[in-house]
């Protein structure tokens, strides 16, 4: 049944979770079963006062490359690195929050289905799907339904997490601070000028973890080759550029990554499960995960038809595979996979092709109308870069 090969992170030390585990390593931490991370020098980061781990959402190693020519992360790239599977905030930024890959962690998507729930939860606003209904106001919590022990907690050293003010309630994050102290920025300048100030808080050893949730914004809306994402990079190297001089002489580590990178789907590539009736009807729940990588649940009696139209009618928009299979070639890690994996990543899964992006409008929902898109097996969303300097 299987098109064949899949881009497959490299996890024994080649992506974000094995930049984690050279982190937690160097933070006298436990590594445990991902390795660290190819080519990176454990001892600096051990000997440096403070780590600093910068997280740009959605800013892809390819991006850099083409648009990023002369800028200052440009001029410090170490290389580029992999995301997990798929590549998306909901599974790498939990990885960064975790250590862990999602074999481990558990969250395959943005839309994640949790048979413990009998629901279909949009995993970090922490809310139902079918009605937006916050989990935390039905008396569940993320610690409870995750059992995630966060990050921070692996490390021996004072830990901080630099994020958006508009987060400061998240339930998600929150739930993963662990002993990290949180520190609120009030935009792209203030969250450059609050990570250099956390670093002279004090003079003993920190890992500070910082999150900029604007590039992904844009490129969502906008396209990630549009001129409004150009504009918001250059800002973006500079903001990062007064930073590096203010952290001059504080023996500092600066790293620099992101989520996922971005593709462009263009109107007539953006396919809709609500105006593929022989899909829909196929189907035992809303389709789950990411535009670029669908996870599908098949009613039993219709799988013969459902796998037919895939591999048939389909076939020019995605590559179909049984969800098991993908586990079975370490899509999502290394290891004993989490016990809720397998449900979560459906009965198959639709491998979006280059130019589509499959998304399914529910009752009550707007159409959607994102111009930008990740979460496939691409390079351009799978690689993100690492940038790498000392101060």
């Known amino acids: 049944m299987s098109p064949g090969t899949v881009n497959v992170p490299d996890y024994q030390g080649g992506s974000i979770v094995n930049l984690m585990s050279s982190i937690i390593a160097a933070r006298g931490g436990n590594v445990g079963l991902y390795p660290p991370l190819r080519g990176l020098d454990i001892d600096m980061l051990t000997d440096a006062r403070n780590i600093i781990l910068l997280i740009m959402d959605g800013l892809g190693y390819h991006y850099l490359i083409r648009h990023g020519a002369g800028s200052v992360m440009a001029q410090h790239l170490h290389g580029p690195i992999h995301a997990v599977a798929p590549p998306t905030t909901a599974a790498s930024v939990s990885t960064y929050l975790t250590g862990l890959a999602p074999q481990q962690h558990g969250l395959t998507g943005w839309y994640t289905w949790m048979r413990e729930l009998g629901s279909v939860v949009t995993v970090l606003p922490f809310i139902t799907r079918c ?22 907690d692996r490390m021996d050293a004072a830990c901080y997490s630099v994020m958006p003010d508009w987060l400061s309630e998240s339930a998600f994050n929150l739930a993963h601070l662990g002993k990290a102290k949180l520190v609120l920025h009030g935009g792209l300048d203030d969250c450059f000028v609050q990570t250099a100030n956390t670093v002279r808080r004090h003079d003993g050893r920190k890992y500070i973890y910082a999150y900029w949730p604007g590039f992904d914004a844009l490129s969502h809306q906008h396209g990630v ?58 189907l035992q729940l809303p389709v789950c995960g990411e535009p670029r990588l669908a996870y599908c649940y098949v009613r039993a009696a ?23 299979e993908l586990i079975e070639r370490g899509l999502f890690g290394l290891g004993e996979p989490h016990p809720e ?28 109308d994102m111009v930008g898109f990740h979460g496939g097996l691409s390079r351009d969303e799978m690689d993100v870069p690492l940038v790498l300097l000392r101060c």
């Open 302 to 324: 219709m799988r013969r038809r459902f796998v037919d139209y895939a591999q048939g009618e389909l076939s020019y928009a995605a590559d179909l595979y049984p969800s098991h």
């Open 131 to 152: 009605n937006q209904a916050d989990l935390g106001g039905a008396g569940i919590t993320p610690e409870a339904l995750f059992g995630h022990r966060p990050v921070f």
């Open 341 to 368: 994996l397998a449900a979560r990543a459906g009965d198959y899964a639709l491998v979006m092709k280059e130019g589509y992006a499959l998304t399914q409008q529910l009752p009550g929902e707007p159409p959607s």
């Open 225 to 282: 080759g549009s001129a409004a994402v150009a504009a918001h990079f250059a800002q973006l190297d500079e903001a990062f550029q007064k930073m590096l001089h203010a952290l001059h002489g504080t023996e500092t580590v600066v790293l620099l990554s992101a989520d996922h990178g971005f593709v462009d789907v263009p109107a007539e590539r953006r396919l809709r499960v609500n105006e593929l009736p022989q899909l829909q009807q196929c």
